[in-house]
Every structure is written in structure tokens, then in C-alpha cells.
């Protein structure tokens, strides 16, 4: 045994068999997951029955090549059919934690992405140095595979909290610029209902109403056709246009069901209020709105955080 007669040589040697079992684990990872998304994608039970016919066979063959680099420092490899036995081993081991990775890369949302495979290689290593006599290489195992656990279950809670306001606005590319509103009218209870690179949406609600819609975007967004003065030309139904004054403009639409809108165009922002009715009360709260736009605070904008991340 020549390397164990040099100081150090086990180690080494099991070093890099370790390193070899790792990146074989890593291309193992890759092919049994694309294996089962082909199995889903093409659905039924003999997909299924076939990703561990057509995967496990090879693989377990070709981590028993691996094992027979480790005759030098593993006595299960030295036994009779120890490379198989030490594959199968090294596999089925593995495998589980490869299961554990991918699960825990799901719940968090897909985040993971290549770190998935860089730990699926990490669990087949992990499995080999399991097989490494020795207090010392068992201790380091066991610290190895505690230091996995716990990063995977801190991402897993990492991805379960609400993203903070700033990760969530930034996730999204949202367009800053446009998250505005106006004071909540007497009697209404607003409502964030969204926020993107082209839009931010408040809902202004009231009991037995159906209440405001304020809609804030860049000039120039809106693609229907306008006059001179901005008002809609619409292609069906009746739109009636007034000026409301203080650059305002009250747009009517007469198609059976009473709409209206009132528009302010401001440092190269739309506002636009939408509600249904021709009440005095609906008008005088969407003016209101309109007459005391300001920047949204962190506070109005929290409900953000609870529409989740984009994938």
C-alpha cells in the first residue's frame, strides 16, 4: 500500500477521491432531475416506473468505478464485491439527501437553482466519507452534513419570511416614481392593490359603494385614442368630457353602466380615479383624492410584501 507508507497519504488520497465523488454526485444530481421532469412532462406511470430502470443501474455502476479507488482507506471496498456494496451505499444515501435538497430548494421557491446540483454532489460525498473508517474523518463528516442541514433549513425560513419592502420593489422593477396617492376620503378604507414597473394601483373602499380606483402611471402609457383635449374617443358608446378645473378633467362613459374618471396629468404623471355612479359623494371623495397626492409611505406600502416573489 504505497500511499499509506508516506505521512499524509491516506488523507490525500481520500481527499480526492471525496472531490471525485462529489463531482460525480454533482452530474448524477443533474441527470436524475432532468430525468423526472422528462417523467412529468410526459406523464403516467411507466414514465415513472422507467426514471429508476433507465437512472439507477448506471449510476450505481459508475460509483463502483469510484470505489475502487478507495481500497487503500475504506475495508468495505477490499471485500468481496465491496465496490458494489460501497456504491449502493454511497447511492442510496445520496439520493436521500439529493430528495432533501430539491424539496427544500421547492419550498423556497425554486431559489436554489445550480446551488441544488452543488449540493447534490455534496450529499454523495458526504455519503462516501461516511464509509471512511476513523473517530477523526466521522467527526468531520458529521460537522459537515450538520453545517448542510442547517443551511438548507435557514433558507427554507429565510424563504418563508416576507420579503422587506425594498427587496420586494426591486424583485418586481418597480417604477418608484409612480407609488403616489391621495389622503383616504371620509368614511373609506384604503387598499395597496399592486405596484410595477408601469402602474400602482389603490383601491379607495367604502360599505355599500363601490368605491374609488386610483391608478398612477407615466404619460404616454395609456394607448387609447385621445382629442385635443385628452378625452377618449371611443370606438362604441358615448364619452362625455368636462373640465373639473385645477387641471383636472372628468371623463363620462354612457354605455348603460355609468362610468367616470377623473384625470390629473402632473410632472409627467398620470392620475387617473375610477368609479362607477353619477352620486355628488363619489365625485367630491375622488377629488379629494386627487387634491392631496403625496408619496406612499412604507407603511401604506407594507401590503406589498404579501403578494409574494416573482420566480
Not at 367604502?206 to 382629442?227: C, F, K, Q, W
Request: hydrophobic share 50%.
Amino acid at each position: 500500500m504505497p500511499v499509506s507508507g508516506r505521512p499524509g497519504g491516506a488523507a490525500r488520497a481520500a481527499a480526492v477521491h471525496l472531490a471525485g465523488v462529489w463531482f460525480v454526485g454533482c452530474v448524477l444530481t443533474a441527470v436524475q432531475f432532468q430525468a423526472v421532469l422528462v417523467a412529468l412532462f410526459v406523464g403516467g406511470w411507466g414514465a415513472f416506473v422507467a426514471v429508476p430502470l433507465v437512472v439507477v443501474p448506471p449510476a450505481v455502476a459508475l460509483l463502483a468505478v469510484m470505489g475502487r479507488t478507495a481500497r487503500v482507506f475504506v475495508p468495505l471496498v477490499r471485500r468481496p464485491r465491496g465496490p458494489w456494496r460501497w456504491a449502493a451505499v454511497v447511492y442510496g444515501l445520496g439520493t436521500a439527501g439529493v430528495a432533501a435538497a430539491v424539496a427544500a430548494s421547492l419550498s423556497t421557491g425554486g431559489r436554489g437553482g445550480p446551488l441544488v446540483l452543488l449540493a447534490g454532489g455534496t450529499c454523495y460525498a458526504l455519503a462516501a466519507a461516511s464509509l471512511v473508517p476513523g473517530a477523526r474523518a466521522r467527526a468531520a463528516t458529521l460537522g459537515a452534513a450538520a453545517l448542510l442541514v442547517a443551511a438548507g433549513a435557514y433558507a427554507v425560513w429565510d424563504a418563508s419570511r416576507p420579503p422587506t419592502l425594498d427587496t420586494w420593489l426591486t424583485a418586481h422593477r418597480v417604477d418608484r416614481d409612480l407609488l403616489r396617492l391621495g389622503d383616504t376620503p371620509p368614511g373609506h378604507a384604503s387598499r395597496v392593490l399592486g405596484a410595477s414597473g408601469d402602474g400602482f394601483g389603490v383601491a379607495y373602499e367604502r360599505p355599500g359603494s363601490p368605491g374609488l380606483h386610483l391608478a398612477v402611471a407615466r404619460a404616454g402609457e395609456d394607448t387609447r385614442r385621445v382629442d385635443a383635449r385628452g378625452c377618449p374617443v371611443p370606438y362604441g358608446g358615448v364619452v362625455r368630457c368636462g373640465d373639473d378645473a385645477g387641471g383636472r378633467l372628468l371623463v363620462t362613459y354612457e354605455d348603460g353602466d355609468t362610468r367616470r374618471e377623473l384625470r390629473l396629468e402632473r410632472e409627467g404623471l398620470v392620475y387617473t380615479v375610477s368609479f362607477r355612479g353619477g352620486a355628488d359623494a363619489e365625485l367630491s371623495a375622488a377629488r379629494h383624492v386627487l387634491s392631496t397626492l403625496r408619496p406612499a409611505t412604507a407603511a401604506e406600502l407594507a401590503p406589498l410584501r404579501e403578494f409574494g416573489m416573482p420566480r
